[in-house]
C-alpha cells in the first residue's frame, strides 16, 4: 500500500472482493501482488526472494535476455555424516553414466552430469562433487553462487541429526530449493516416516502431508528409486526456470584447480551464462590465460562447453581458487587489464582484512538501522545448551520487529564453528555466541572474512545489543 500510495484498508478491500482475506501485515505472494498492482497500473517487478530464486542467474544480465534458454540444474549433496551422501554421489554417476565411456576412465573434476529422460526429452542434471554444506557455504562466503538445488540426504535409520539441520539452514540462507532423499530404506530399522516427521519441525513438509518439499525414498547402494529422484530434481529445475545465454562469452566459477607437474596449472570450470570455445582468452581470478584444452567430466577432450557444465581447463598462467570468477574476453589487453586490476583488488582486500574494517557488524547494522536502510538482522546463533538457545530464542522473537526483523539464519548448542563463520559470511550475519566458545580457526576465519562474533554470557546483555542494533542505537565506532 505505501508503494503503491493508497490506503492499506482499499488494499484489504481488493483483495476481499477477490475472496482473499487479508490482514494488514500480511505478505503477498508475488502473483497477488502482481495482480493487484495491476488494477493501479503499476508494475511488480521480482523482489529479493525471486531474487534468491535466482542467485546462479546473476551471472545472466539484461543484455542475455532476449536469447535465454534453459540450462541444466547443479546440485549439492548434503546432510549428516555417514547417510550416504558420497554413496548416493557415486551411484548416480555408476548407474546414469554408460560404462565404457571415453574408455571407462571416470574423471573427477569436481562435478559431473547425467542424462536422464523427462517429459520426453534427455536432459541433463550437473553434481557437484564435493558433497556437504561445509564446502556449499565456504563457496558463498567467497561470493560464489553455483548451486541450484539441495539435495539433502537423511538415512532413514538415523533420522535428523545435527547436520542435517545445519544443512537445512545453510540451504535456507542461500535460498536454495531443497529435495530431500530419504536414504538407506533398504535397512531393516529404516523409519522413513519417522524422518518425514522430523523434518516437519524445520519446515520441511513431505507434499503428501500437504506440504511442498519433494521427499524420495531411496537406497544409495542398491540404486532403489534413483531415477525418480533424478526425475524430481528437473521438476524442481523447471519451476525455478533457470536459464543462461549460449551465445555470448563465457562466464562462471572455478570449482577447483590445481598445480600439474606436466600440464602446468588445471582448473576445473563451470560455466554459469555463455559458452566456452578452445582458444578463448580468460580471467579467472587474477590468472590470465588462453583455453589451451578441455576436457569434460567424461575424460574427453571437447571444443565448447555449454552453460551448466564444467570442464577442466588448460592454459591458465597461476592457479586460481576455488570459488572465484572467471569471465572470457575478445581482447587480450582488456583481459590483461582485469587480471591486473583483481591482482590489486586481492592484494588491497587482503590488506584491508589485515587492517581489519569489519564487512558487517552488529555495529555497522545499527547504523544502518539508524538511516532506516535495514530491513534484517541475520544471526548464527550458538549457545553452551539447548535450554539457553531456547530462552534465547523466545526472547529474541518477543521484540518488536516492525521495521527490522530478526531472522536466525541457524542455532545449535555448541561451539563456534569455522563453518558457522562462513555462513555469516555468506549471509551478512553476526555470529552471537553464548557461554560458549570457538573452536580453532574459528576467530581467524572470521577476522579473514570481516565476520563480527560476540560472545555473551548474560542473556539480557545479548538481547540489549540486538535490539540495539535494530533500533540503530549501538554506537557505532565500537
Ligand atoms: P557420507 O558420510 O554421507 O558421505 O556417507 P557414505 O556415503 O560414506 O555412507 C556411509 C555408510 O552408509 C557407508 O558404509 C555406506 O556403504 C552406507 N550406505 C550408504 N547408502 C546406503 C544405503 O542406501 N543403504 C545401506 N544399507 N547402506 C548405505
Redesign the pocket.
Known amino acids: 500500500a505505501q508503494r503503491l500510495a493508497v490506503p492499506a484498508t482499499d488494499l484489504i478491500t481488493k483483495l476481499f472482493m477477490k475472496g482473499i482475506a487479508a490482514t494488514i501485515t500480511q505478505t503477498l505472494d508475488i502473483g497477488t501482488a502482481t495482480m493487484v498492482a495491476e488494477e493501479y497500473n503499476v508494475e511488480v517487478e521480482a523482489g529479493e526472494k525471486q531474487e534468491a530464486a535466482r542467485k546462479v542467474t546473476e551471472m545472466v544480465g539484461a543484455e542475455d535476455l532476449e536469447y535465454l534458454i534453459r540450462r541444466p540444474p547443479v546440485v549439492t549433496i548434503m546432510?549428516?555424516?555417514?547417510?550416504?551422501?558420497?554413496?548416493?554421489?557415486?551411484s548416480i554417476r555408476k548407474t546414469k553414466v554408460a560404462q565404457g565411456e571415453a574408455g571407462g576412465i571416470t574423471q573427477h573434476i569436481g562435478a559431473y552430469h547425467v542424462d536422464v529422460e523427462h517429459n520426453g526429452q534427455e536432459q541433463q542434471v550437473v553434481f557437484l562433487d564435493t558433497?556437504g554444506h561445509e564446502a556449499f557455504t565456504a563457496m558463498r562466503a567467497r561470493g560464489a553462487r553455483v548451486t541450484d538445488i539441495a539435495i539433502l540426504?537423511v538415512?532413514a535409520d538415523d533420522g535428523v541429526q545435527p547436520q542435517t539441520i545445519e544443512a537445512i539452514s545453510h540451504a535456507k540462507a542461500a535460498g536454495v530449493p531443497i529435495v530431500v532423499a530419504i536414504?538407506?530404506?533398504?535397512?531393516e530399522g529404516a523409519q522413513p516416516d519417522r524422518v518425514k516427521q522430523e523434518l516437519t519441525e524445520y519446515a520441511l513438509v513431505p507434499e503428501e502431508w500437504g506440504g511442498d518439499t519433494i521427499m524420495v525414498p531411496?537406497?544409495?547402494?542398491?540404486g532403489?528409486n534413483l531415477d525418480t529422484l533424478l526425475e524430481m530434481i528437473l521438476l524442481v529445475a523447471e519451476v525455478e526456470d533457470l536459464s543462461a545465454n549460449p551465445d555470448r562469452s563465457a562466464r562462471g566459477t572455478v570449482i577447483e584447480a590445481h598445480l600439474d607437474k606436466a600440464k602446468g596449472p588445471v582448473a576445473t570450470l563451470l560455466i554459469q551464462n555463455g559458452t566456452l570455445h578452445v582458444g578463448d582468452i580468460l580471467v579467472a581470478g587474477s590468472s590470465l590465460g588462453k583455453v589451451r584444452a578441455m576436457v569434460d567430466d567424461r575424460g574427453k577432450r571437447v571444443q565448447v562447453a555449454s552453460p551448466s557444465f564444467a570442464v577442466e581447463v588448460l592454459g591458465l598462467s597461476d592457479v586460481p581458487s576455488a570459488g572465484d570468477e572467471f569471465e572470457v574476453f575478445q581482447d587480450e589487453r582488456e583481459a590483461r587489464a582485469v587480471s591486473d586490476a583483481r591482482a590489486d583488488d586481492q592484494r588491497q582486500s587482503r590488506l584491508l582484512a589485515a587492517v581489519s574494517s569489519r564487512r558487517v557488524s552488529l555495529n555497522t547494522l545499527s547504523a544502518k538501522a539508524q538511516e532506516g536502510d535495514l530491513k534484517e538482522l541475520n544471526l548464527v546463533l550458538k549457545a553452551d545448551v539447548q535450554g539457553s538457545l531456547e530462552a534465547i530464542l523466545g526472547s529474541l522473537r518477543q521484540l518488536p520487529q516492525k521495521e527490522v526483523q530478526v531472522r536466525v539464519l541457524f542455532a545449535a548448542p555448541g561451539e563456534i564453528s569455522e563453518t558457522d563463520v562462513d555462513l555469516a559470511a555468506a549471509s551478512d550475519a553476526v555470529v552471537i555466541g553464548f557461554n560458549t566458545t570457538l573452536a580453532p580457526g574459528a576467530r581467524q576465519a572470521a577476522d579473514r572474512a570481516g565476520v563480527d562474533v560476540r560472545d555473551y554470557n548474560i542473556i539480557y546483555k545479548l538481547l540489549d545489543d540486538v535490539q540495539g542494533a535494530m533500533e540503530g542505537l549501538l554506537d557505532p565506532e565500537m
Open positions: 546432510g549428516h555424516v555417514d547417510h550416504g551422501k558420497t554413496t548416493l554421489l557415486d558433497p540426504v538415512a536414504n538407506k530404506v533398504d535397512k531411496v537406497s544409495a547402494i542398491n532403489d
